[in-house]
């Protein structure tokens, strides 16, 4: 079982509705959370990223950190063509050597006008 | 502000040759860096980390290495390439954190390598 588990999608949406990503994990160790947004053939973006439980809200794009249930979420609202990418989610541990994230596979998302 | 430079952006290379993809970070001093490998259409994977000049920490044995010749400066090497070492390889740095401070890392644009 890997530690961190995405559905791989394609998750495909018309624009304007709410596109909600999830992420489960294993390790109940795990403090940090990162939500990355990768476009085809680039590097992975920094979208957003919160510390322990909680919501976080950055414009149309909401992370939502559920540690009792080891899942966290990204849900973005009036999605736009743009948002078509692949999300990936991150975490890490309190006292990570090296600060290394451990990622889930990556979900693709399709928005479609 | 901070940037990362990844080049080449594209490779193609014959198996058995050797790899030298460079990687270097502008606006900030004494960053952590690291190396990782994507498969079409997976997560990524870490390869090797360095939090500082010469110290290199490998994830994954493989018939990769890694070298910091300078601060803000990384690469990935091969003496002999294989056809399994095909894929995109990114580079990414963070600020060095310790303790409860989250520093999440930042990426390149990758270097998609293709072995013949």
């Known amino acids: 079982q890997k530690e961190v588990e995405q559905d791989p999608g394609p998750l495909s949406v018309p624009e304007g509705a709410i596109v909600s990503l999830n992420c489960t994990y294993s390790?109940?160790?795990?403090?940090?959370f990162m939500w990355y947004r990768q476009y085809s053939r680039k590097g992975p973006e920094l979208l957003m990223y919160?510390?322990?439980?909680g919501n976080k809200e950055d414009g149309r794009f909401t992370a939502q950190v559920d540690k009792s249930s080891k899942y966290i979420s990204l849900f973005i609202r009036d999605s736009q063509p743009s948002d078509s990418a692949t999300y990936l989610c991150?975490?890490?541990?309190?006292?990570?050597?090296?600060?290394?994230?451990?990622f889930g596979g990556g979900t693709r998302v399709l928005v479609k006008p | 502000s901070q940037t990362i430079h990844q080049w080449p952006a594209t490779l193609v290379q014959p198996v058995g040759s050797p790899l030298s993809l460079e990687c270097t970070v502008e606006?900030?001093?004494?960053?952590?860096l690291y190396w990782y490998r994507q498969a079409a259409g997976r997560g990524l994977q870490l390869l090797f980390y360095?939090?500082?000049?010469?110290?290199i920490s490998s994830e994954v044995p493989q018939n990769l290495s890694a070298s910091r010749p300078q601060d803000r400066q990384f690469i990935l090497s091969s003496k002999k390439l294989l056809l399994s070492d095909s894929g995109f390889y990114l580079c990414?740095?963070?600020?060095?954190?310790?303790?409860?401070?989250?520093?999440?890392?930042?990426f390149g644009d990758g270097t998609r390598l293709s072995i013949l």
């Open positions: 990414a740095w963070s600020v060095q954190s310790f303790g409860t401070s989250n520093q999440p890392q930042h």
């Open positions: 390790n109940s160790a795990f403090q940090y």
């Open positions: 919160t510390y322990s439980s």
């Open positions: 991150a975490m890490r541990l309190i006292k990570a050597a090296g600060n290394k994230l451990t």
């Open positions: 606006g900030t001093s004494n960053p952590n």
């Open positions: 360095s939090i500082g000049i010469g110290q």
